[in-house]
């Protein structure tokens, strides 16, 4: 596969989302009430052309300058644009000129939807594995996002190190992607539709996880995901056994350890956030409810503290005393004190 191939699929062979041959790339789930006055602004030829698997909004917008890679017709752009405020900025990058014409015709349409003076946009072509080669400053970017493009990377590790290097210091990238139950074939990889529809350039989970922490971002974190079901008999048929999985990360840009360990800490989350005054949701694991102690691991702390959201938390707490590994995180010690005879063998380490 190559790149002059999903150029074609996106610029020409798919004129509308309603082209798509599955459900991989398309989003699903209830759509929050901030978010949907948002996207009643979005011109609707920007709409028509939104091929995305997922909703990449995270909380704490608010003039935030925000990157988005494989922006596509801009929906994302946009809407992020009506988020982050006129303070804000958003930044779109495409390697499909049709696209691109779509987003750029419509920027001056947006700002006055917005209620702004000028438009708080920008776009440029490029590939996403050759982030370096754009006119983009490295730290500079507080959020960087993706919704269902990196799975059409030719190289991914490229990919998240460009991100990596564009971010500022406590920055994140949040994105949906698809991804495999396993590596996939090479015969698979080669197909155009698959490859297209977002299937079968995903990444085994497992190996995406590991290529994030060669990277730098040491603690992967899984906000939600859902099982996709293609629902195409001819494309099931060739993918066969292959399960695959929407599914939304987040990637601090952080100091981390490896594993979550306990240091005795807590938060408190003060319910400031306009769109999440009940509880807020860091990932699957951490569903914070406004006003109670909650106790945390390391690395958990360090997301919450050096980060945009520092100013929504309470923080209790703080590094003098390691206490092993946080067990809600799912850490567990690999020592059972139990000693297993291995007849079969005389030797040892001691």
Request: proline fraction near 3%.
């Amino acid at each position: 596969m190559n790149h002059e191939s999903v150029q074609e699929y996106y610029g020409e062979t798919l004129q509308t989302s309603a082209d798509l041959q599955t459900n991989a790339c398309c989003t699903a789930g209830e759509v929050p009430d901030h978010l949907k006055a948002v996207l009643s602004k979005i011109h609707d030829e920007v709409l028509s052309k939104y091929y995305g698997c997922g909703l990449i909004a995270p909380d704490a917008l608010k003039g935030m300058r925000i990157l988005d890679l494989g922006s596509g017709s801009g929906r994302d752009v946009y809407a992020l644009a009506g988020l982050v405020g006129e303070t804000g900025h958003v930044v779109g990058v495409d390697m499909t000129d049709a696209q691109l014409d779509v987003a750029r015709s419509h920027e001056a349409f947006h700002a006055k939807a917005f209620g702004y003076a000028k438009p708080n946009t920008e776009f440029h072509k490029g590939l996403i594995e050759e982030l370096d080669k754009l006119p983009l400053e490295a730290g500079s970017f507080d959020i960087i996002v993706s919704n269902c493009v990196l799975n059409l990377a030719m190289d991914k590790e490229a990919v998240l190190r460009g991100v990596h290097h564009l971010l500022k210091p406590g920055g994140e990238m949040y994105f949906s992607d698809v991804y495999a139950d396993r590596r996939m074939p090479e015969a698979l990889t080669q197909d155009k539709v698959l490859y297209g529809e977002c299937l079968s350039g995903a990444l085994y989970w497992n190996d995406f996880e590991n290529i994030a922490k060669r990277v730098g971002f040491a603690d992967p974190r899984l906000v939600e995901d859902r099982v996709l079901t293609i629902e195409n008999p001819a494309i099931e048929a060739k993918v066969g056994n292959i399960g695959f999985t929407s599914a939304t990360y987040r990637l601090f840009k952080l100091d981390l350890e490896p594993a979550c360990e306990d240091y005795g800490q807590a938060v408190i989350y003060k319910g400031t956030l306009p769109e999440s005054p009940q509880n807020f949701v860091l990932d699957k694991r951490h569903r914070i409810e406004a006003g109670r102690v909650f106790a945390v691991c390391g690395n958990t702390y360090r997301m919450l503290n050096e980060s945009r959201f520092a100013q929504h938390f309470e923080f209790i707490g703080n590094w003098n005393t390691h206490y092993g590994l946080f067990a809600d995180c799912g850490g567990e010690t690999p020592f059972d004190g139990n000693i297993v005879e291995d007849t079969a063998s005389t030797g040892g380490c001691c």
